[in-house]
């Protein structure tokens, strides 16, 4: 009778310590003679926490155990650290110290979009678009703007276009009608009929940002309305109303829609200047972010050098879809 086959067994001849730094991705190491134990710096982007999490799941799924893993308060030369005793599989005994460096991040450690609204689009603003060296968004409304108006989309490179639409709200009047807002007294079937009809107007449209709206996102049925059509076409959606009774979240989770509640710039709050500094620094402290101007020449100076920023602070820009698609 014939035995069954076996898979071969690999010879790992790679020590386990070399493994660990692979899976740190360690910027340094070196030996502290005062403290008795070799320090690995690693780059900046994750939290200490999640770094010690990384690795005792590949300490204790490659043989070895951890002994102790405590955050150390404070070291002066690093962001974050903490100490770290491990067994080998061998049995030989690792003391380590993680610090996360002040000032090298990881390439990738966080992600941020930058998005656009406009009814308008200069010869000049096209062109400084067209200048940047990362894909944006362009929140566009689907009605109420001349035909010149969306055939020179189509000279603009690097976007990604979101449908802007008009929602029930206090601040609209009849002059919005043109808008084709969506509205609470609305049937479901005239809501779908108006994101099919903004659809085609916007064909690669990737999804759907609030305009006005803050009556909308308070109303369950209403949203349910907007939504089923929304993710029937395999867009997402963008609550930029800012009202904090939106039901929004709750709403997309039972629907099992992808979501997301974002800050658009807001002038009585802030300057454009720290709103734009404000969400660079929110990238690396959550791992995403999202920047929301209006599209006008002065705003646009004021990103002119955002991508060396981004990329001096390990983020990656990016356009809204990959956003809401990252883990």
């Not at 010879?11 to 730094?21: A, G």
């Not at 390439?107 to 009814?119: D, P």
């Amino acid at each position: 009778m014939r035995e069954p086959e076996t898979a071969p067994v690999v010879n790992d001849t790679i020590p386990f310590e070399k493994r660990l730094q692979d899976e740190m991705k360690i910027i340094s190491s070196s030996y502290s003679k005062r403290s008795k134990r070799t320090i690995w710096t690693l780059a900046r982007g994750k939290t200490i926490v999640v770094y010690l999490l990384q690795a005792q799941k590949f300490i204790q799924s490659h043989g070895g155990t951890v002994l102790l893993m405590e955050e150390l308060n404070e070291n002066p030369n690093a962001y974050q650290s903490a100490m770290v005793d491990i067994l080998t599989p061998k049995g030989d005994s690792l003391k380590l110290t993680f610090q996360i460096s002040d000032n090298i991040f990881m390439n990738n450690a966080s992600l941020m979009s930058i998005a656009f609204q406009t009814t308008n689009l200069s010869p000049e603003i096209i062109a400084k678009l067209n200048s940047f060296d990362f894909p944006f968004n362009l929140l566009i409304p689907p009605f109420g703007l001349n035909e010149d108006f969306y055939k020179s989309l189509d000279k603009i490179r690097n976007k990604e276009i979101v449908l802007w639409l008009t929602m029930e709200s206090t601040k609209l009047n009849k002059v919005h009608n043109k808008l084709r807002p969506l509205r609470i007294h609305h049937t479901a079937e005239q809501i779908e009929e108006t994101i099919n009809a903004a659809k085609e107007v916007l064909p690669s449209a990737a999804g759907i940002a609030t305009r006005y709206g803050e009556q909308a996102v308070k109303h369950k049925q209403l949203l349910q309305a907007i939504l089923k059509p929304t993710e029937k076409r395999n867009m997402w959606f963008l609550d930029l109303s800012m009202e904090d009774r939106t039901v929004v979240p709750q709403t997309c989770k039972d629907l099992e829609i992808t979501c997301k509640i974002a800050f658009p710039y807001n002038p009585d709050n802030s300057s454009i200047e720290d709103y734009v500094h404000q969400k660079l620094r929110e990238a690396p402290k959550s791992g995403t972010s999202v920047m929301i101007i209006p599209l006008t020449e002065q705003n646009l100076s004021k990103i002119e050098d955002i991508s060396k920023k981004a990329a001096k602070q390990g983020t990656t820009l990016v356009d809204l879809s990959t956003l809401f698609n990252s883990k």
